[in-house]
């Protein structure tokens, strides 16, 4: 089998979590590309689920600042934690 090399730009805690990943699972960064790329092939689509986190909007993130900043400000409201049984 002929080989190529691919190169490929990640964030360096990205590619350090993965490696300790492969490294748990006991295989290369290659070879989790290369498994990647065989399903991929095989079965036409990206082989998970690819979506947007709600959590992440805009919107959200907007009012999680707002929040943070209320508490901050001692604006917020103290809230006792509900324990569900």
Same mark, same amino acid.
């Given at each position: 089998?002929?080989?190529?090399?691919?190169?490929?730009?990640?964030? +360096?805690?990205?590619?350090? +979590?993965?490696? !300790?990943?492969?490294?748990?699972?006991?295989?290369?960064?290659?070879? +989790?590309? *290369? %498994?990647?790329?065989?399903?991929?092939?095989?079965? !036409?689509? %990206?082989?998970?689920?690819?979506?947007?986190?709600?959590?992440?909007?805009?919107? *959200?993130?907007? !009012?999680?600042?707002?929040?943070?900043?209320?508490?901050?400000?001692?604006?917020?409201?103290?809230?006792?934690? %509900?324990?569900?049984?």
């Amino acid at each position: 089998m002929t080989t190529a090399t691919v190169n490929i730009r990640m964030d +360096a805690d990205t590619k350090k +979590a993965m490696e !300790h990943t492969c490294k748990e699972l006991g295989m290369s960064m290659s070879t +989790a590309f *290369n %498994i990647f790329a065989k399903k991929m092939s095989r079965e !036409h689509r %990206i082989p998970f689920e690819v979506s947007v986190d709600p959590f992440y909007s805009e919107t *959200n993130m907007a !009012h999680l600042r707002r929040s943070i900043e209320e508490l901050d400000a001692s604006k917020g409201i103290h809230h006792e934690l %509900i324990e569900n049984e």
